[in-house]
């Protein structure tokens, strides 16, 4: 049994593309980090008072305090998204520029609904809200920052395993 030289290559390439990958990922994530430490109160703030007036229009106060404790779980999803997105090579700096805004601009809206509906869930005592609320934060946290990346990004052309093809 001969191994065909070019399979071969293509694995190796293949390999070689998602190390880079997961080493780039790790060194945004860590840099995102470090810049969540020191300006992610602004943030969480930016979200809370997005949540702000959908809260008055129901008749609700914001209480800061309760939003930015809510907040502390939930603007983290923006720094996996941006990490995903600065991770993946060979795509032009302006599709990656205008897929993070996008992204970045669609998770702040859900983080912002997300704090609505803890403080709805809370101002009328419902159990019921508050699980599909926390439902909703779990799935803003693990999933839509993956889902986001593969909607927003041509990566079915750099990484042959997503569009089917074998390199």
Do not use: C
């Not at 912002?112 to 005592?125: G, L, P, Q, W």
């Not at 946290?141 to 990346?149: E, G, H």
């Amino acid at each position: 049994m001969t191994v065909e030289p070019e399979r071969t290559e293509a694995a190796r390439w293949g390999g070689r593309e998602i190390l880079l990958f997961f080493l780039r990922f790790l060194a945004a994530s860590f840099a995102l980090y470090g810049l969540y430490i020191v300006a992610g109160t602004y943030y969480a703030h930016a979200i809370a008072f997005i949540a702000r007036p959908l809260l008055a229009v129901f008749g609700y106060k914001m209480i800061m305090e309760q939003a930015l404790r809510i907040t502390e779980d939930i603007s983290l999803n923006p720094l996996v998204f941006l990490s995903l997105v600065v991770a993946v090579g060979g795509i032009p700096w302006l599709k990656k520029l205008r897929a993070a805004a996008i992204g970045v601009a669609i998770l702040t809206a859900a983080n912002s609904f997300t704090v609505f509906f803890a403080f709805v869930s809370s101002y009328r005592n419902s159990e019921r809200l508050w699980t599909g609320t926390e439902f909703l934060s779990l799935t803003m946290n693990f999933f839509v920052p993956i889902l986001l990346w593969l909607v927003l990004l041509p990566i079915r052309s750099i990484f042959p395993f997503f569009s089917g093809k074998d390199g």
